[in-house]
C-alpha cells in the first residue's frame, strides 16, 4: 500500500456523514439488535456450565469436554467475515433474524442428544449466534451518525454481557429441575431443559426483531462488488486491529472459559462460586463498552487504547506472578525462605475486574476506528476483525494449558496475556512515531486524525 493512500471517501450512508441526524428508527434497531446479540451470546457460550453435567451423564473425558465448547467458539468466529459483508449488502434485519432462527433449531435438539458425537456436532451449529457481533456492528454503524458510532457501537457490543447469563442461572436451574420433565415428557429437565428455554427465546427474539425494527432497512455498502467490499483487506492496519481485537475480545472470551477451572483448581472453590466470581469479571469486560465508545468519541480512539493497553499490563503483570518464596540453603544445610509471595482470592478477583474493565473499553475503541477509516466496507472489515479476535478466543486456551505444563505454573496464563497485549501496545506505539516522524513533528496534537493515512503502514 502507498504511504500517501488516502482515506475512501464516505458514500452518503448514516454510517458516514458528519454531523447528520439519526434515521428514525435506530434507537429501536441499536436496542433490539443489541438484545439479539446478547441472547445469542448466552446461548453461544452456554458449554462452559453444561460441560460439567454432560460429561458426567456421558462420561467423557476432559479434552472431550473441552472440544464441546471449543467447536462453538469456532464456528461463531468463521462467519463473522461474510455476515459482515451480507449485512453490508441486505441489511442487519435480515441477517440477524436468520442468525437467531439458525440458532434455535440446532439448540433445542442439543436437548435431546444422546451421544458424544451428536453434542459435538450441535455445539458446532449453535456456534453460527457468534457471528451476529459483525452484523450487528455492520447493521448499527449504517444507522448511526458518525459522530455518536462509538457509543452506539459500544452499546451494541454490550452485549457480550450474555456469557454470564448461564453462569448466573445455569447451575440452580440445572439442579431445581433434575429429574423432572416437562411438555408431557418432550423435555428432560436438568442440564436439557437449557437449551430448550434459549430455543425458545431465540425464536420470539426472532419475531421482535423482524416486526419491531423499521423494514425500510440501511446498509453501508449498498450494490458494492465483492471486490470491493474486500479491496480493504488488503490494508495492514485492518490486520493490526485484528491483533489488537485478539488482546480485547479474543482473550476475553478465553478467560471468560478458562477461569471457572482457575479458580476451582487453584483456590478450591465449588464451580457455582466460581462461576459467580467469573462473572464479577464478565460484566465490566461487557458493559463498559458503551463507556469505552463514549471515550472514544470524547477523546480519540486511539488515546483511549493507549490508557487500556497500560491499565491491562499493570494488572497482567501482577497477575502472571507465581505465588512461592525464595529458599535460601545456608552453609550448615539449614535453610530459611524469604519473600513469600501469594495472591488470594480476593485481590485477584479485584484485579481481574480492572482488567476485564479495560478490555470492555479497549474493544469498543477497536470497533470506532473502523466506521472512520473505513465507511464503506464496516461489514467486511468488522467481519475480519471480529472474526479473528473471536479465534483468538478458540486458540488462546490450549495455550493457556501448554504453557502451564511447560512451566508447572498457573499464573502462566497471564504470562501468555502479558505478552500478547505487550506486541499490540509496542506495535501500536511504532506506527504513531512512524506516522509522525514521516509527516512532522507538528502532527502530534493529530493522533486521531484519519487523513493521516502513515499511520495504516
Not at 268 to 283: H, K, M, N, P, R
Amino acid at each position: 500500500m502507498s504511504p500517501t493512500a488516502t482515506r475512501p471517501q464516505a458514500l452518503p450512508t448514516a454510517g458516514a456523514r458528519p454531523g447528520a441526524a439519526a434515521h428514525p428508527g435506530a434507537g429501536r434497531v441499536l436496542w433490539l439488535s443489541c438484545t439479539a446479540f446478547t441472547l445469542m451470546f448466552a446461548a453461544w457460550l452456554m458449554f462452559g456450565i453444561l460441560g460439567v453435567p454432560i460429561q458426567k451423564e456421558l462420561g467423557l473425558t476432559d479434552p472431550q469436554l473441552a472440544w464441546i465448547s471449543a467447536v462453538a467458539v469456532l464456528n461463531g468466529s468463521l462467519w463473522r467475515l461474510p455476515a459482515g459483508m451480507l449485512t453490508d449488502r441486505i441489511g442487519g434485519r435480515k441477517v440477524m433474524t436468520l442468525l437467531l432462527l439458525a440458532t434455535a433449531v440446532p439448540a433445542w435438539f442439543v436437548a435431546h442428544a444422546q451421544s458424544y458425537g451428536a453434542i459435538l456436532a450441535l455445539a458446532f451449529l449453535v456456534g453460527f449466534a457468534g457471528n451476529s457481533f459483525s452484523s450487528g456492528i455492520a447493521w448499527n454503524a449504517a444507522w448511526q451518525p458518525r459522530e455518536h458510532q462509538g457509543f452506539a457501537l459500544g452499546v451494541f457490543g454490550a452485549g457480550n454481557v450474555g456469557a454470564s447469563v448461564t453462569k448466573f442461572i445455569g447451575p440452580a436451574l440445572i439442579a431445581g429441575t433434575a429429574g423432572a420433565t416437562y411438555l408431557g415428557g418432550a423435555v428432560a429437565g436438568g442440564w436439557r431443559l437449557v437449551p430448550v428455554i434459549y430455543a425458545g427465546l431465540l425464536l420470539v427474539m426472532a419475531a421482535v426483531l423482524w416486526f419491531g425494527t423499521p423494514r425500510h432497512d440501511h446498509s453501508t455498502g449498498g450494490t458494492a462488488t465483492l471486490g470491493t467490499q474486500l479491496a480493504p483487506l488488503r490494508q495492514l492496519r485492518v490486520w493490526r486491529f485484528s491483533l489488537y481485537y485478539v488482546a480485547f475480545f479474543g482473550a476475553y472470551v478465553a478467560l471468560a472459559a478458562w477461569l471457572p477451572k482457575y479458580y476451582v483448581d487453584n483456590y478450591d472453590v465449588s464451580l457455582t462460586e466460581a462461576g459467580l466470581l467469573t462473572a464479577l469479571y464478565i460484566f465490566p469486560a461487557s458493559l463498559l463498552r458503551p463507556v469505552g465508545g463514549w471515550f472514544s468519541d470524547r477523546f480519540g480512539a486511539r488515546r483511549v487504547m493507549y490508557w487500556t493497553f497500560a491499565v491491562m499490563l499493570a494488572a497482567a503483570g501482577v497477575l502472571m506472578m507465581p505465588d512461592g518464596h525464595l529458599v535460601i540453603t545456608h552453609a550448615d544445610g539449614s535453610e530459611s525462605s524469604h519473600l513469600a509471595y501469594s495472591l488470594g482470592v480476593v485481590p485477584f478477583t479485584v484485579l481481574l475486574v480492572v482488567l476485564g474493565s479495560a478490555m470492555g473499553v479497549g474493544k469498543a475503541a477497536v470497533y470506532k476506528h473502523i466506521p472512520e477509516y473505513f465507511p464503506e466496507n464496516v461489514g467486511s472489515v468488522g467481519g475480519l476483525v471480529g472474526m479473528l479476535g473471536g479465534l483468538g478466543g478458540f486458540f488462546l486456551p490450549p495455550l493457556f494449558a501448554y504453557t502451564k505444563a511447560w512451566s508447572g505454573f498457573p499464573t502462566s496464563t497471564f504470562l501468555v496475556l502479558f505478552l500478547l497485549v505487550a506486541l499490540c501496545a509496542v506495535w501500536m506505539h511504532w506506527t504513531v512515531v512512524r506516522m509522525l516522524h514521516a509527516e512532522s513533528p507538528e502532527l502530534a496534537h493529530r493522533l486521531e486524525s484519519v487523513t493521516v493515512t502513515a499511520a495504516g503502514r
